[in-house]
């Protein structure tokens, strides 16, 4: 029986090596922040099969096969993943416009069209 990931501990797990990435830059140890991106990497990759297993079929055709193009981010209030890629419908435009997809504890999938980082 394989066991399901548990998503609230990728999200903490991810959140803590993110911490140390900060405080690793502050000491300038790149050797150490490279050892912890490959970490988060792994994380990212779990959290993404979830996500991808519970996207809609509208948000499953938009989905790269893996996420190591998209930046990433947590927010830690409502624990929610983001994943943020150029929208595929404006690729071709001058100034292509950013979506996010999401991912929260219960698993619910969504997307933020012309999502703004801020």
């Not at 079929?57 to 993943?81: A, H, N, T, Y």
Request: glycine residues 4%; contains cysteine; charged residues 35%.
């Amino acid at each position: 029986m394989t066991l399901k990931p548990n998503l609230e501990k990728l999200f903490q797990d991810w959140n803590e090596l993110n911490i140390s990435t900060q405080k690793s830059l502050g000491d300038f140890d790149f050797a150490k922040i490279k050892e912890i991106r490959a970490k988060q990497g792994q994380l990212e990759d779990s959290i993404y099969e979830i996500l991808k297993t519970n996207a809609s079929d509208d948000i499953k055709k938009i989905l790269p096969d893996g996420c190591g193009e998209m930046e990433v981010g947590f927010e830690s209030e409502e624990k929610r993943f983001y994943f943020v890629m150029f929208d595929p419908d404006y690729e071709e435009e001058d100034e292509p416009k950013i979506i996010a997809i999401t991912i929260d504890l219960n698993e619910n999938v969504s997307l933020i069209k012309d999502f703004k980082m801020e």
